[in-house]
């Protein structure tokens, strides 16, 4: 292809570099005060890479504004140096002079002279005597410290909290993670929700205050020096005019403290930008970059219909480059927006000399969510390099590979530049790779040992989600395609699947096979329609709940999500399913009907 050729020649890793790093030296501090100075960064940034109509569009950040179920954290300010030291000794264990981020975002400001207690040592979700102490929390699964269980050491009266974190500890034990995830329901707190001060340690120094503690008692003093308030964050978007107004768009978050996650993702759209421009090629679709708080941000943009109505798919650039490893993990589309791109895109990225490369089902995961028909229906690719234990943790190996990166991101040019280019006769090659990944995954199916009736609901799914990935190639490229090969390879399938056995066994299985979920608002998330009071903690699979269309029983939903992800339910799982949904109904995130016995 001569316009990937041209654009592999253009592209120009210095450039990316180069914004990858003013960016993140604008943002690393991670507050707010100097987000408008980030989004003034990205529109020139922008402008200098070929963007045109570049627009900075600004969201509330007050803990109560939201969009799609996700609302929108506080603005939150390192206000002065904040730190954390054994009393009495210079052994100073936490310092936002030296790491920003030693300081959790949304922590809590402590008296300006300071916090002065003894520590104790729990584990997450353990109750004690906290009331004047400092409590030093070890968390072993790579999570956040949970909202609700700060909550309850805030209502105890502690001073506040030393986290550490085993799971990364032991491979950087020298490094900080960053403690990002601490509100009740969604990531980050809600307006009223009370805060703690909260200090991030290294593993090797929560290891040393643990031995300090099994010799004998400990009193720690901490200042943290912080303002919570009403604030804002932006949106920037702008675009490359192409010959149609339909658009393919690039997204990447931006506001985190790290160079790979994700100034990176901003720097490597400006560079393919300037590539694009410096090629002289005027692509057929528009291009359109999107940067914005992941989910949160992204969330408030694309519910104003108005902008986000002409992105047809969209690959997001979060997260493609790390030291950790070489190996890149290719999300496909969901099952409830089907996406041409998802054979086109890996075939350019698949041949990255050195990369592992992998293929993942379509989640909708916090990157991806606009695929979901309520928050947009745009089918987003996401191609990320997984960290393992060096996410969100200051090491070298959650910092960029600019050597691999010397042949890996103009590899993701080309494929921009592909999908902007894609044409009828590009298209014409598709319905067959539609019955080769038929076939592939049918006989899958068909050699499961499961019921025939539950064989027919997979392969009916498969046979949908592949002829609409052809459909959206169509509106793509405004061309028709010959399907009747696909069609074809269905129903010859469906004639060996024997058995019309109920997959349904137990009471459990069959109440959730009569049940018909139906949604009527986006994922619960924040559950911001639902009383402070009466709220619960628990997350929702997006996955799961973009199917409950009207179509299907929960039952069959379970098992398509069973059959994507590789997981299995069982009737516990079916149980708080049921109590989850009748919970959500009361609120009316959903209605719940009965299927008619036949």
């Known amino acids: 292809m001569q316009d990937g050729k041209n654009i592999l020649n253009a592209f120009d890793l210095d450039t990316v570099k180069i914004r990858t790093n003013e960016l993140w030296m604008l943002e690393k501090s991670g507050c707010y005060a100097n987000f408008p100075a980030v989004a003034e960064y990205c529109r020139h940034a922008l402008a200098q890479s070929g963007f045109e109509n570049i627009e900075i569009l600004p969201h509330r950040a007050d803990g109560a504004a939201s969009a799609f179920d996700c609302t929108m954290p506080p603005a939150w300010d390192i206000t002065g140096r904040s730190f954390l030291q054994i009393a009495g000794e210079n052994t100073i264990l936490a310092d936002t002079g030296v790491i920003p981020y030693a300081a959790a975002p949304w922590s809590a400001p402590t008296p300006a002279s300071g916090a002065t207690g003894k520590l104790i040592a729990l584990a997450p979700g353990e109750t004690a005597d906290v009331n004047g102490k400092w409590v030093l929390l070890t968390i072993s699964d790579g999570s956040n410290p949970s909202g609700g269980y700060l909550q309850y050491l805030h209502r105890n009266g502690a001073l506040g909290i030393a986290v550490m974190e085993t799971r990364s500890g032991s491979d950087y034990p020298d490094a900080v993670r960053w403690f990002n995830g601490t509100g009740s329901y969604g990531w980050y707190p809600v307006a009223g929700e009370p805060r703690l001060p909260v200090f991030a340690l290294s593993g090797a120094v929560g290891k040393m205050l643990l031995r300090r503690l099994a010799a004998g008692a400990v009193t720690l003093h901490g200042v943290m020096k912080t303002g919570i308030y009403p604030g804002e964050i932006f949106t920037i978007t702008g675009i490359i005019p192409g010959k149609s107004a339909t658009e393919y768009a690039l997204f990447s978050h931006i506001y985190e403290p790290f160079a790979a996650d994700n100034s990176l993702g901003f720097g490597a759209v400006c560079g393919i930008g300037k590539a694009l421009r410096d090629s002289g090629l005027t692509p057929r679709k528009t291009l359109r970059a999107v940067f914005s708080m992941e989910l949160y941000g992204f969330a408030a943009f694309l519910a104003d219909k108005k902008r986000s109505v002409k992105i047809a798919g969209a690959l997001n650039m979060d997260a493609v480059n790390h030291r950790k490893q070489r190996l890149l993990a290719f999300m496909d589309s969901p099952l409830c927006a089907p996406w041409f791109g998802d054979w086109v895109l890996p075939e350019v990225l698949g041949t990255i000399d050195g990369t592992e490369f992998i293929r993942c089902p379509g989640t909708l995961a916090d990157d991806t969510f606009a695929g979901d028909p309520l928050c947009g229906g745009i089918p987003v690719n996401w191609c990320k390099n997984p960290t393992g234990t060096a996410h969100h943790c200051g090491c070298d190996d959650f910092e960029p590979d600019w050597q691999w990166a010397e042949a890996e991101l103009p590899a993701f040019a080309h494929a921009v530049v592909k999908m902007l280019q894609f044409s009828p006769q590009d298209a014409a090659g598709l319905p067959a790779l539609a019955v080769a990944e038929f076939r592939q995954q049918s006989s899958k199916i068909t050699a499961r040992n499961i019921s025939g009736t539950e064989k027919s609901l997979l392969l009916e799914n498969l046979y949908r989600y592949l002829d609409g990935r052809l459909i959206s190639a169509e509106k793509y490229t405004g061309t028709t395609l010959d399907k009747s090969e696909l069609a074809k390879a269905y129903h010859s399938c469906c004639e060996v699947v024997s058995g019309s056995t109920d997959f349904a066994a137990t009471a459990l299985q069959k109440e959730a096979a009569s049940l018909i979920p139906v949604r009527l608002k986006p994922t619960p998330f924040s559950l911001a329609d639902i009383p402070p009071a009466e709220r619960k903690s628990f ?45 959500l109904a009361r609120y009316g995130y959903i209605t719940l009907t009965v299927r008619n016995a036949e």
């Open 539 to 583: 997350r929702v699979s997006r996955l799961l709940y973009a199917l409950f269309d009207g179509s299907r029983s929960l039952l069959e939903a379970l098992s398509l999500t069973g059959w994507l992800t590789g997981s299995k339910y069982d009737d516990t799982a079916i149980k708080n399913e049921l109590e989850t949904l009748n919970y």
